[in-house]
């Protein structure tokens, strides 16, 4: 069975760091594109950044508001991937869901929703002083 755990949120002032990771099970990360995606109360869910699969050369992509201050990377042997966000601001705040999409012979990766097919439970990030 196919899963993915994210963890690493929590509350954190403006200004402040988190690194959320995604964990994969039951499938090998490295032919799949991964996507990190937030949804805010009230809102609909965003892509907030991902990458390609290992194998179509790992390029990233990101949406402009978190251009500069998050990065995604991956980590194949343990089968992660990782969001580090630095510069966190109260806009940031929201549940943080990874997925993921078999995309071993396709390049880049796409921001949107309905792109993915393997979804984890989410984590909650909140920014506030």
């Known amino acids: 069975q196919r899963q993915l755990v994210e963890s690493g949120g929590g509350l954190v002032q403006p200004g402040g760091s988190l690194r959320l990771s995604c964990v994969a099970s039951g499938f090998t990360l490295d032919y799949y594109a991964i996507g990190w995606f937030r949804q805010a109360p009230g809102k609909e869910r965003e892509g907030v950044s991902c990458?390609?699969?290992?194998?179509?050369?790992?390029?990233?992509n990101y949406t402009d508001s978190v251009k500069g201050r998050f990065t995604i990377s991956r980590d194949n042997a343990k089968n992660t991937i990782d969001l580090q966000m630095n510069s966190l601001k109260s806009e940031d705040t929201a549940a943080y869901y990874c997925a993921a999409v078999f995309r071993a012979g396709v390049s880049g990766c796409q921001l949107r929703v309905s792109g993915y097919n393997y979804w984890g439970q989410g984590t909650q990030v909140t920014v506030s002083s």
């Open positions: 990458i390609s699969s290992s194998r179509s050369g790992g390029s990233t």
